[in-house]
C-alpha cells in the first residue's frame, strides 16, 4: 500500500515507518522542522514537508502522493518540559488534532484514501469512579480540570471526527523506549512526587508496540477507538519508584496532595491520585496484537539500561572480575 504519514520525523512516526517499510509498504512521510527531510528519508519514506495547520498545502500534497491509507502522528510536544498549565502547552498540538485532523481527513476523502488511522492518547481521560481499569466504552471524565479542558475536547475532536469518517483512533499509552522520553527529565530531576497515596494510574506502551499496532490498524479494516497500552496499567507508587531506579535516579518524593496542588497544580495531582487506567483486550482481540513489552517492568529496564549512569549497570562478567570495587 502507499501510505502517507504524517509526523514521520517524530517520536512514533520514526518507529512506525520502518515496520511500514520490512512490511513492504511505500510510504511518504511529513516532516515539519527544517532539517528533519533526511532523518525521514534515512527511515526508507518519500520526505515530504508540511505544516498541518495549512489546509490548502495539505490538501496538495495527499492530491499529489495518491495514498491508499494515511496515518496522522503529527503533534508539537518536542519542547515540553514539566508543566503547570496543560492546556497552554498543548495549544500547538491541540489544533493540530483539530484543524490538523479536518485538514488531512477532507484531503483523504477527495483523495479517495481508503484507511485513516490517527493518534490519540489513553491515560487521565476516564471518568473517575468506579473501577481502576477502563475499556474503550466507559465514559470519558465529564468534568476534567479547568486547565486541561481545551486538550480533553481537542482529542475528544480528533477521534469523533476519525470515527465519524470510517477511521481508527488509537488511544496510545504514555510513550517510552527513546532518548527524548518526556519523562526522562522530570524522573532524573525528582520533579515528579508520589503525591498523597499515589492511586492514581497511567497505562504505558514502548514505542516498537505502539508503531508495531498501528501497523495492524493500517492494514485491516476495524474501525473505532482502540486502547494501545501494555498489560499493566499501575499506581504512580508502583511505576516511579521504578523508573526512578532504570534510570539510576534517587527514588521519588512523596508530597501531600496540598503541597502538590500548591507546586504542580490540580491536573498533577488529579493524574497522580484519581486517574483510571485503559485495557489493551479490545486490540488484542480485534487488530490481533500482542505487545513486545507487556509490562514497562521489563520495558524500563530494557529501555534504559544504557541511561542510568555507568555505576549503576550490571558490568560484564570480565569487566566485573577487574572490577576495582572487587579487587
Ligand atoms: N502518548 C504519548 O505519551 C506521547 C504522544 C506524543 C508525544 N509524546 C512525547 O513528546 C515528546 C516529543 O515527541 P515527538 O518527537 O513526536 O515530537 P513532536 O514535536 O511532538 O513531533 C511529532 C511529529 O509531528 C510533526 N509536526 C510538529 N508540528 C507540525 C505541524 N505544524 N505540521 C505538521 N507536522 C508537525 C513533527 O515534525 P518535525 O519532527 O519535523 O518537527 C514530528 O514529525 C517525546 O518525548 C514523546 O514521547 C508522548
Do not use: I
Given at each position: 500500500m502507499r501510505v502517507f504519514v504524517a509526523g514521520a520525523s517524530g517520536a512514533i512516526g520514526t518507529r512506525l515507518v520502518p515496520q511500514l517499510v520490512d512490511r513492504g509498504h511505500e510510504v511518504i512521510g511529513t516532516f515539519r522542522s527544517p532539517g528533519h527531510a533526511e532523518r525521514v528519508r534515512a527511515l526508507g519514506a518519500q520526505p515530504i514537508a508540511l505544516d498541518l495547520l495549512d489546509a490548502g498545502a495539505v490538501r496538495r500534497a495527499v492530491l499529489e502522493t495518491e495514498a491508499e491509507a494515511m496515518v496522522h502522528q503529527a503533534t508539537?510536544?518536542?519542547?515540553?518540559?514539566?508543566?503547570?498549565n496543560f492546556d497552554r502547552t498543548f495549544a500547538p498540538t491541540n489544533r493540530l488534532r483539530t484543524e490538523g485532523t479536518d485538514a488531512l481527513l477532507a484531503a483523504a476523502r477527495e483523495a479517495g484514501v481508503r484507511r485513516f488511522v490517527a493518534q490519540s492518547f489513553a491515560s487521565y481521560?476516564?471518568?473517575?469512579?468506579?473501577?481502576p481499569v477502563k475499556t474503550e466504552d466507559d465514559p470519558l471524565d465529564?468534568?476534567?480540570v479547568t486547565t486541561t479542558r481545551e486538550s480533553n475536547a481537542a482529542m475528544r475532536h480528533l477521534e469523533a471526527a476519525v470515527t465519524d469518517a470510517g477511521g481508527v483512533a488509537l488511544r496510545y499509552g504514555?510513550?517510552?523506549?527513546?532518548?527524548?522520553?518526556?519523562?526522562i527529565e522530570p524522573v532524573r530531576k525528582r520533579q515528579l512526587p508520589i503525591i498523597g497515596r499515589g492511586g492514581g494510574i497511567s497505562s504505558f506502551i514502548h514505542l516498537d508496540d505502539a508503531a508495531a499496532a498501528t501497523v495492524l490498524a493500517v492494514e485491516g479494516d476495524a474501525a473505532g477507538i482502540y486502547n494501545v497500552v501494555d498489560d499493566e496499567p499501575a499506581p504512580a507508587r508502583e511505576w516511579l519508584p521504578v523508573l526512578a531506579d532504570a534510570l539510576g535516579a534517587k527514588p521519588p518524593r512523596r508530597f501531600p496532595r496540598w503541597l502538590a496542588r500548591l507546586v504542580a497544580g490540580d491536573a498533577a495531582v488529579v493524574m497522580g491520585t484519581e486517574a483510571r487506567g485503559a485495557s489493551n483486550a479490545k486490540a488484542k482481540r480485534e487488530l490481533g496484537w500482542e505487545p513486545?513489552?507487556?509490562?514497562?517492568r521489563e520495558g524500563f529496564v530494557a529501555a534504559y539500561a544504557s541511561a542510568a549512569p555507568a555505576e549503576r549497570r550490571t558490568p560484564e562478567p570480565a569487566a566485573r572480575a577487574q572490577s576495582p570495587s572487587r579487587l
Open positions: 508539537a510536544l518536542g519542547d515540553v518540559r514539566f508543566f503547570r481521560r476516564h471518568a473517575r469512579e468506579g473501577g465529564p468534568t476534567p504514555l510513550f517510552y523506549g527513546a532518548a527524548n522520553d518526556g519523562l513486545r513489552y507487556p509490562s514497562w
